[in-house]
């Protein structure tokens, strides 16, 4: 009996080493074994960036590949599974309210998510690179950016320097929204969707299936991020 389980012990151990041998191995040297961790559908990638965001939400996140084994396992080799596209606010950090770690998220930001082609072309490298299956544009609540241009529009005034230029790119959403600056925030952020699903390099792969772009809006006071589009 006590043989037995041992041997069963022997047996689950063992399985365990190899296991463990698989995972560590998988990241840095087999594209293959790769992909299959991480999520590799743009369903499966929205999933896991939802369940990261109720975890932050709730207090409850666990903070994953934030340790020295995931920074060696992704030190020579990236495969992110979503593009996160978001303002460059100091309280919505990618990683931290997607409860998401080192090597999960490729993090594009300017002032409230606004484009040009320069950050186009950021957005573009992950998919047309390395296959990232999602793209998620996140405006969010208070956004001080379309605050400032939501109060210069309507002042008729011109912001110094190169602000102006943010000012610009969110006088389509202004004109729609008419005042209301929480409306300007989603407008603003379905219409950056609409923009990219037009862009060049992403929309085949997006008719392909192979990439989804949503819209997101991330409330500061709850923590949740609520999709759009
Ligand atoms: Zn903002």
Known sequence: ?????LSRRTVLGATGLVVGGL???GGAAH???WSARRPATPDEAWAKLREGNRRWAADAAIHPHQDLARRTEVAQ???PYA???SCIDSRVGPELIFDAGVGDLFSVRSAAQTIDSLVSGAIEYGPVEVGTPLIVVLGHQRCGAVTAAAHALSEGATLPGDLQRIVEALRPAYKSARGDVDKMIKLHTTR?????KDD???APRVARRRLKIVGA???LDTGLVTRLV
Do not use: F, N, P
């Not at 009996?1 to 389980?5: D, G, V």
């Not at 950056?192 to 990219?196: D, F, H, I, Q, Y």
């Open 31 to 33: 594209g293959q074994t």
């Open 83 to 85: 593009v996160v596209v």
């Open 200 to 202: 060049k390099l992403l």
């Open 1 to 5: 009996m006590s043989h037995k389980i």
């Open 192 to 196: 950056t969707v609409a923009e990219l």
């Open 77 to 79: 080799k990236q495969d």
């Open 23 to 25: 995972l560590l191995d």
């Open 217 to 219: 809006y991330y409330s």
